[in-house]
Each structure stands twice: as structure tokens, then as C-alpha cells.
């Protein structure tokens, strides 16, 4: 369950109404032949491929309904339609980069958690390429859906924004038959068209999608009567169309007046007509505005106030969470350049149904445990977690749920103790949601929660209590290279150094993907002032293939650098590491700690002061007496150097 989950139900018949189309919904799909064929072209033949439109034009039903099947019908190796978001319980553990993992688990739904968050986008593309019956090496080809999801993110999340485009873009670099189909919003075009621009060994093609053309809205309409075994009035067709655009038809007005006209006994004629699909758009738009409403916790009278004089961005109880929620069920479009209303009712035929904004004629809305812990994980998104957590909470409170949610809610509650510093209440409710995810048997996410409270006592700077738990989830999953991992840097933490080597090796043997497990059995060995640690660790990075090196390795090479005297690589390594990550305090401190190892104090203390005070992600409690230990030598070999002279 996430913040991307369809949010409204399904119904029966061939009008899927206010949703996209999915991929076993090929048959019912209609009206963009030309589009998918032109798109599928686009992306066989290049390495990058922007599919954009408006909101509600219909890009993901193309995408799903259109190009997958199709491509594969034709033999082609693609992938399950990807998202990238960090509006997911998920989102919030402790050190692992959620816009990384949900596309991860989205590409490839079949494999654990756990394996998954110990692997590397490179890596997994590595595994996905494929031959073709006659040898020929194949495109990969991967898409990533809904990709404004990205940009949003606010607080810690901006720190694993970065990183994920810089290991996405790397990712493409190293795995050229890799075809990367990006599909986005307009108004986030310039975005994406920004992190394409640093690629310069790849091409790319855009694509845009707008309002179906008339003649593709009739295909739509007929095409689904015949798969139904029904036919419209032929002579009533046209006048309905009309009705919805004349020359360019709103594909999601369209499947909502057509639902509804499906569901009519007798469908009306002549004149009824425009009040009917007004009555079609009234429902459809005042639902919307009910279960956002009811799922954020928002007044209605607030909500409607709102939509009278929408100046400006989020407003009092109108939070950005909210309009991002009302862009996601098709009510409202953002324009960028509009900076003073950039919201606005996407049509003008929902503005037309909608008015005068009357919070009393909505329908009655009962939100769900799936749909308030929906908004919990949009609302922790934007960086509100006060209200992330008051929304999180009562999801707790409804009697019917997923049998999922419990756990993932618990998920999430822990997540964003972690961030309001409150690690006690972390543990709870990570040993709660390890508990809740048995009972459903998802033993890998089990386990991943397991991990999650040994992380999680770790940064609070009890690393015997990180391990205990480790081994407990290492107990439950034995030959899992991640769980491996998290382990042996939690040994080396506690000072087994020796035990902490050995258990990475080994999982460096037992990973499909190294990297991970390679990166922290270099850094375990770099931290140590001994010559020969410290030149093994040179090597294991020297054979480190995949990359960009994450600045936290870029430290702690520079470390190992310093360490046996290789002072000017050691000079570059700390300034790039820090240059990259400016505000957080574990690269900060272990490039103070290379340069004191260079015999520059003064330039050490200096970092050390500056991880003190970082906050993105901050020094973890257990690290603050090694900065200021830092700051101490620097001070005395400041005064030697002062009596000397």
C-alpha cells in the first residue's frame, strides 16, 4: 500500500471511470493505436524516452495498457511499470533511500524486500538483460511511471532525491542496453529534463500526449459498447463528445460520463443530455472532494474555501499533501508558471458541475484504514510530521483493513519517531510492525523491520543492541546478503572488527549484487589507522565497478587514502565527499578524521564543528564523542606545533 494505490474502486462494465487502465486491461484500452505504436518506437530505439502530458491525459493507462502488453506480445524483455516515490511506509527506515527501493520492489514485485534494499539499480538491471531466441543481446527495456512523485519530498527526503537520480543516471551510464522510458507530468517536464541533460553520452526523445482527438474518443466509446456486446445510439455519440470538448476529449471525463451512462437504464437523448453528464461530473468531482476530505482530516468548509480563491500554493488546513491528493484524482492541474494560482480545476466542465462550492451536497465519505494511512505517508512526504503522525495514528482506528495495513502503519509510525528523534518509540513500534508482518506471513518484511530496530538502537549508540537484533534477523533469513551486511557494520560499530570482516566477505561471496556488501566491508576496513586495513580497503574499491562512489565512500577512501600517506588523493577525497553531501555529519566527521590523520588540524577541527551542527542527516548520538575527540587532538597538535615554534 501506497500513497500511488488507485483511489477509486472499481467497477463492473467496460468504463473503468475515474482511474487508469491496467496492464491485464488490454482489451478494454482503446483510442491511442497511434500513440502506443509511436511511443514503442521511441523506446526500442533509445536510451531515454520522456513520455509527458497533463494530468489525466491518460499516460499511465498508455503505458500499461498499451505499450507493455504490446511489447511484449512482439517478445520484447520489459519490465513491470516502475514508481519511484517516497509516499510509502517504507519511506521512512533508517538508512535506506526509499525513492530506490520502491522502484526496486515495483520492477520486480516477486522478490524480497530485504534482498532488495541491499541492491544497487545497476546491479538489478545486470541480472534483467536478456538474449533473444537467437542470441542477439536485448534491450531492457524499464520505465518509471508517475514520475513527478519524485520531486516530491521535503526534509531528509531531499538528501535521498539526489542520491537516487545520481545512482539512476550511473545506472544508465553502465548499463547501456538499458532503455529507460520516464514517464511525467508537463509541469514537472523541466525536471526531468534537467537530470537528462547531465547524461551526455545518452540521446533522448520526448513524446507528448494530449486530450484524445475526436475520432479517437468515438474508437473509445465503441470499441468498449463491442467488447460489451452493446451498441450506442450512433446518432447519440457525437452530441456527447461535444458535450465533453468538441475537437479534444478529456479522456478521464470521458470513461466518467460513459460509466455513468453505462449504469442508466436509458441512456438519455437530446436535450437531457448535457444535464446528465454535468450530474456525471458533479458526482465524480464531489466524491473526489469527500474522500480527500475525510482522509486528510480536513474540514469540508476549509476544503471549500479554498476552492473558491485558491491564491497561491497550501493554505491552513489545505496542506500541500492534500492538493497533491486532489491533482492524483484528477480534480486539479498545477502550472509552474503561474506562481501566483498555480492550482486550478483542470476543466472548465468541472468547474462548471462544481459550482457554487457547497460542502453540504457532497456525499457522505468513510475513510479506510488504507486510505487515511495513504495520506499519513503523503503528508510525511512534504516534511509535515506532526500531521503525518496524528493521520498514521488514526489508521489504526478502523476495524476493517488490508490485512497488511496494521503493519505497515506501525512501519511508518516508526519511521517518523526516527525522525522526530524519539528512538524508544521507534523500537516499539518496529518490533510491533515485525510482529503484525508474521502474522500475515511476509516473513521478508518481517525481517527488513527486524533490521530497522537494530539500525535503530545503532544510531542511538547501543551497537550490542543493534547486534542482538541483527542476529536476530539473520537468524530468520540466514543466507540474506543484506541482513548480512547491516550485521557485520553493526559488528564492526561494537568494536568486532574481526568478526565484522569475516561475516562481509562473506556476504560479498553470497550477493547477486556485490556493492553493497563491498562498500561496507571497505569502509569497515578504513576505519582503522593500521596500513595493511587500510590498504586492502583501497583495494576492494578498486574494484568497485558500479558508482558513482556515494559520498560516504568517497570519506572513508579518502580516510584509507590518509592512512598510508597518499595525502593529495586523501585532499581531493574529502573535499568531493563534502563538496556532495555539505550538511551531513557522518562525512563531515570521517573527513576530519582523514585530515587529521594528514597532520591538518586546524582544517580538521573545522570539519569536526561543521558535523556537529549538520542536520541532513545529523551526527548519530554514538559519533558526537568521536567528533569532539577530534576536536581535542586537533587542539592539542595545534599546541605542540605552537610550543615547537
Not at 453505462?262 to 437530446?270: I, N
Not at 497533491?324 to 492550482?343: F, G, N, Q, S
Not at 525481517?447 to 537468524?475: C, M, T, Y
Not at 575527540?629 to 599546541?639: F, S, T
Amino acid at each position: 500500500m501506497t500513497a500511488s494505490s488507485p483511489p477509486f474502486p472499481r467497477r463492473p462494465g467496460p468504463f473503468v471511470g475515474p482511474r487508469p487502465f491496467d496492464v491485464h486491461e488490454q482489451g478494454m484500452f482503446f483510442g491511442r493505436r497511434d500513440a502506443t505504436e509511436e511511443v514503442a518506437r521511441l523506446w526500442r530505439a533509445n536510451r531515454l524516452t520522456v513520455l509527458h502530458g497533463d494530468t489525466g491525459t491518460g499516460k499511465t493507462s498508455l503505458l500499461r495498457a498499451g505499450l507493455v502488453p504490446a511489447l511484449r506480445a512482439e517478445g520484447a524483455n520489459v519490465l513491470p511499470p516502475g514508481e519511484s516515490t517516497a509516499a510509502d511506509p517504507v519511506a521512512a527506515l533508517p538508512r535506506i533511500n526509499p525513492y530506490s527501493l520502491t522502484l526496486l520492489r515495483s520492477w520486480a514485485p516477486e522478490e524480497s524486500p530485504a534482498r532488495l534494499a541491499a541492491t544497487s539499480l545497476a546491479g538489478f538491471l545486470q541480472r534483467r538483460e536478456r538474449a533473444d531466441r537467437r542470441g542477439a543481446a536485448q534491450p531492457t527495456l524499464a520505465a518509471i511511471d508517475q514520475a513527478e512523485r519524485i520531486t516530491r519530498g521535503d526534509g531528509p527526503l531531499r538528501r535521498h532525491r539526489r542520491l537516487f537520480l545520481e545512482e539512476l543516471c550511473a545506472a544508465l551510464l553502465q548499463r547501456p542496453r538499458t532503455h529507460l522510458l520516464v514517464v511525467v507530468r508537463t509541469d514537472q517536464l523541466d525536471a526531468v529534463l534537467r537530470v537528462a541533460k547531465q547524461l551526455d553520452e545518452v540521446e533522448y526523445a520526448q513524446f507528448a500526449l494530449g486530450p484524445l482527438p475526436a475520432e479517437a474518443a468515438r474508437e473509445v466509446v465503441r470499441g468498449s459498447l463491442r467488447g460489451a456486446g452493446r451498441r450506442f445510439d450512433v446518432p447519440w455519440t457525437p452530441d456527447l463528445l461535444e458535450r465533453l470538448g468538441g475537437g479534444d476529449v478529456d479522456p478521464v471525463l470521458l470513461q466518467v460520463a460513459c460509466a455513468r451512462l453505462w449504469g442508466s437504464p436509458d441512456p438519455p437523448a437530446g436535450s437531457e443530455l448535457p444535464a446528465e453528464v454535468r450530474r456525471a461530473l458533479r458526482a465524480f468531482g464531489e466524491r473526489a472532494l469527500a474522500d480527500v476530505a475525510a482522509d486528510h482530516d480536513v474540514d469540508r468548509p476549509d476544503l471549500a474555501d479554498w476552492l473558491r480563491r485558491p491564491a497561491g500554493e497550501a493554505r491552513g488546513a489545505v496542506t500541500e499533501a492534500v492538493l497533491h491528493a486532489l491533482e492524483d484524482r484528477y480534480l486539479l492541474t498545477r502550472r509552474a508558471e503561474d506562481r501566483a494560482h498555480p492550482y486550478r480545476l483542470r476543466h472548465p466542465l468541472l468547474e462548471d458541475a462544481l459550482r457554487p462550492w457547497d460542502p453540504d451536497r457532497w456525499p457522505r465519505a468513510a475513510p479506510t484504514a488504507e486510505s487515511v494511512l495513504n495520506a499519513a505517508a503523503g503528508t510525511f512526504v512534504t516534511g509535515d510530521l506532526g500531521r503525518a503522525e496524528r493521520l498514521a495514528l488514526a489508521a489504526t482506528k478502523p476495524s476493517a483493513v488490508l490485512p497488511g495495513t496494521p503493519a505497515e502503519t506501525e512501519t511508518l509510525l516508526g519511521g517518523i519517531a526516527v525522525l522526530r528523534r524519539r528512538p524508544d518509540d521507534a523500537k516499539q513500534h518496529y518490533e510491533a510492525a515485525s510482529g503484525l508482518f508474521d502474522r500475515v506471513r511476509d516473513q521478508s518484511r518481517a525481517v527488513l523491520l527486524l533490521a530497522a530496530r537494530g539500525w535503530v538502537a545503532l544510531d542511538a549508540g547501543d551497537p550490542h543492541e543493534a547486534v542482538e537484533w541483527l542476529e536476530h534477523a539473520i537468524h530468520r533469513d540466514p543466507n540474506n546478503p543484506a541482513v548480512q551486511t547491516w550485521l557485520g557494520v553493526a559488528l564492526k560499530q561494537a568494536g568486532m572488527r574481526t568478526q565484522a570482516v569475516s561475516l562481509l566477505d562473506k556476504a560479498v561471496r553470497r550477493a547477486d549484487d556485490p556493492l553493497v556488501p563491498q562498500r561496507a566491508l571497505a569502509a569497515a576496513l578504513a576505519d582503522s589507522d593500521d596500513r595493511t586495513f587500510a590498504e586492502r580497503a583501497l583495494r576492494e574499491y578498486s574494484r568497485i565497478r558500479s558508482g558513482p562512489f556515494a559520498p560516504s565512500d568517497e570519506a572513508t577512501r579518502a580516510l584509507a587514502q590518509a592512512t598510508i600517506g597518499d595525502a593529495e588523493a586523501a585532499r581531493r577525497g574529502v573535499r568531493a565527499a563534502v563538496a556532495r553531501d555539505p550538511q551531513s555529519g557522518a562525512v563531515l566527521l570521517t573527513g576530519a578524521r582523514a585530515l587529521l590523520r594528514l597532520g591538518e588540524p586546524e582544517r580538521a577541527a573545522g570539519l569536526a564543528r561543521q558535523a556537529l551542527s549538520a542536520d541532513d542527516p545529523p551526527l548519530p548520538p554514538h559519533q558526537r564523542p568521536d567528533a569532539e575527540r577530534v576536536m581535542e587532538m586537533a587542539d592539542q597538535r595545534r599546541g605542540r606545533r605552537w610550543r615547537r615554534h
